[in-house]
């Protein structure tokens, strides 16, 4: 299986599928093409909820506002996942979640591995999506094929004996900034200073604050102001400013029927701070 | 075949098709994943008119305003097709198209059946489709598996038969609206009372009247207002408002190169009066 | 395989998939759904651009605004492609790329044949995607199924043998149109007349300038304005204007951060006139 993602929108992402049919049948599954266009922070988040939900496959990943630069094209083997992404960062927090087994793939030895790939002269200066990482993604797939169900250790051996590959001695990282929470006497969190990680094509807002911190409450304040928590959008009225869990698994600020993004003025990278308020209103 | 249908944009299909890979091989087809935003109905409309293209298949369909509270996620049976979704009525209409036979699956003894799935403890409150619907048409599609071309009381064995499905006693329902014909004194249609079914992205304003209705005459009153009715937008000039019948065999009130929502003023569960009216202006 | 190209938007293309997963199991493939609507010309465009990308296969292309007149439908054979088109001239800057062996197809006596297909009665008078173009290319697909790796004589066979396809007249055909190059004294481009093919969903302006005509200039003048030539969209502030080589090769005027078809007022048809300019700013 071969997994496409990238903020190429239509119909570029075809031009790569029949790159790819030229060199396999592997299976194709598309991600998303529509993640946050140039924005590999942001697309690392999503990557990193909803690559560990697959079996191993090999993950051709492409945010990559620096395509007509010298920034390398690079593969990183997780457990026996492989992502082909741009050396930007944007798979080392995917990579991280996968070799720590969410998918079951172990957590110790099999560590993360990278490697670049040697590109002489792609055929385009701006469509490396095409030209280097749907190519190179289709060409491991046909390497490992002998075994679809390689170990980690036979994929490592698979990458290493690629010609074009040689390892990476510093490929650029992205960490996710993990929120800062402050505990009352008794022990609960009591405040999280957080950050906005995406914002979603509905404009609800997308936090890196875990949904188990806010679990339970009914109010809270998000930057001072008092936001009722629900389960659902249909809690509050059409218009009304919510804080809820997402499907990720995080805490969302949203409207309901609107944009959240606009109502609490918050940005990707914009700070989050939500305080405890158990007022009765 | 697993058939995906969600109004949960992108990318968290992507993670029910990995949550899915790890329990089958079975292709994998999407059908949309944009449909009307927390509205069974709307999508059911859709649903009607796309499943019985597809021969038999296991369909996972998720417009699920309720995910959160206490409702059950339902399976359906009509004929040899399956239908996975919330018991919300989404699966309704669909499933009485594909048991009336457009598939072919036959009419009368292989009546729909229902049963609810036995979930205890998602991992996740908000995100069902990944965590109960997928998993569910995973676990059917395998179950099928042994005869791909099952009869539809082969299907309805091989349901009875898995440990986590009971029937279902009294699924919620959903039954698109039928308009209201009156008919003049030759028995012609002269009016017919509908109603707005769905807004397609383009604005274009989807009604319960089926296309015959109005095929054939060159002018109507929508809401009172005059309207030519035409085949093709271009018949009109850019701006215009026109009547025409969609791709679905619907009468929809459309603009040329603009959004039939606003200029008509219409909104889905509005009433659309359409009267004959046979001037030429 | 077959490949799926439209501006049907959504749901429509999932019924045309059931309708071809009725007749065949061969894989399917979209191009994108969200092709210019109504235009064969910038649809075209793009087929020109993903096509050649695939190995040979049936493409069903669909950007159809006579639907309803008594337009034919289409069977186009290039190569060992065959693409599926109503005949409005969209099946024909592909089919000439296909056919001139970006795919390796050959160029000389493999030349292009068009067929008409034989249709009585189409069950919809509003939705050949799904009653005419679907089940055509699924019929197709079936009759080469016998040999997928095909010569184009072996096709050019198979399609001959089909009793509903007899060979067209006189097929519609669209040119795109191409630049008019001025050249200075030593023979350098200095000035191009060209044309915008296409305006892309980030509302950046795809002309037929080839990118070649702009590499390593820093400014030039686009319809008089001033402006500067990057690689990359961060090369300018956000919200300024640029000129670029866009992925398919081509010149494209956009905007960081913004749409140029706004800033540029640039629709497609329109002229562009690009005056190379060496001044320092």
């Known amino acids: 299986m071969i997994t496409l993602a990238s903020d190429f929108g239509s119909p570029y992402p075809a031009a790569m599928k029949g790159v790819i049919r030229r060199h396999t049948d592997a299976e194709l599954v598309?991600?998303?093409?529509?993640?946050?266009?140039?924005?590999?922070?942001?697309?690392?988040?999503?990557?990193?909820?909803?690559?560990?939900?697959?079996?191993?496959?090999?993950?051709?990943?492409?945010?990559?506002?620096?395509?007509?630069?010298?920034?390398?094209?690079?593969?990183?083997?997780?457990?026996?996942?492989v992502i082909v992404a741009p050396d930007n960062g944007l798979a080392m927090p995917p990579a991280r979640a996968l070799a720590g087994g969410a998918g079951g793939e172990g957590t110790g030895e099999e560590r993360i591995e990278a490697f670049v790939v040697d590109v002489d002269d792609p055929a385009s200066e701006t469509f490396h999506g095409r030209d280097v990482f749907a190519p190179t993604a289709a060409r491991i797939r046909t390497a490992l094929d002998a075994d679809p169900a390689a170990t980690p250790e036979e994929v490592s051996d698979a990458l290493a004996a690629m010609d074009d590959l040689s390892p990476a001695t510093d490929p650029v990282d992205i960490v996710l900034p993990e929120p800062r929470v402050e505990r009352d006497d008794a022990g609960d969190p009591a405040a999280v200073e957080?950050?906005?990680?995406?914002?979603?094509?509905?404009?609800?807002?997308?936090?890196?604050?875990p949904?188990?911190?806010?679990?339970?409450?009914?109010?809270?304040?998000?930057?001072?102001?008092?936001?009722?928590?629900?389960?659902?959008f249909g809690a509050v009225d059409p218009g009304d400013r919510l804080v809820t869990v997402g499907s990720h698994g995080y805490v969302e600020c949203d409207v309901n029927d609107g944009r959240g993004d606009g109502a609490f003025d918050l940005r990707p990278g914009d700070s989050v701070r939500i305080v405890a308020d158990n007022v009765s209103v």
Chains 1, 2, 3 share one sequence.
């Open 194 to 209: 957080g950050e906005v990680l995406a914002i979603d094509r509905f404009g609800n807002v997308v936090t890196n604050v």
């Open 30 to 81: 598309d991600i998303a093409h529509d993640l946050p266009r140039g924005d590999p922070r942001a697309a690392a988040f999503w990557l990193r909820f909803v690559l560990p939900e697959f079996p191993p496959a090999v993950h051709c990943a492409v945010i990559d506002p620096g395509v007509g630069t010298d920034r390398d094209a690079l593969v990183v083997r997780a457990g026996s996942h």
């Open 211 to 232: 949904g188990d911190l806010i679990r339970g409450r009914d109010w809270v304040r998000i930057n001072e102001e008092l936001t009722p928590v629900a389960e659902t």
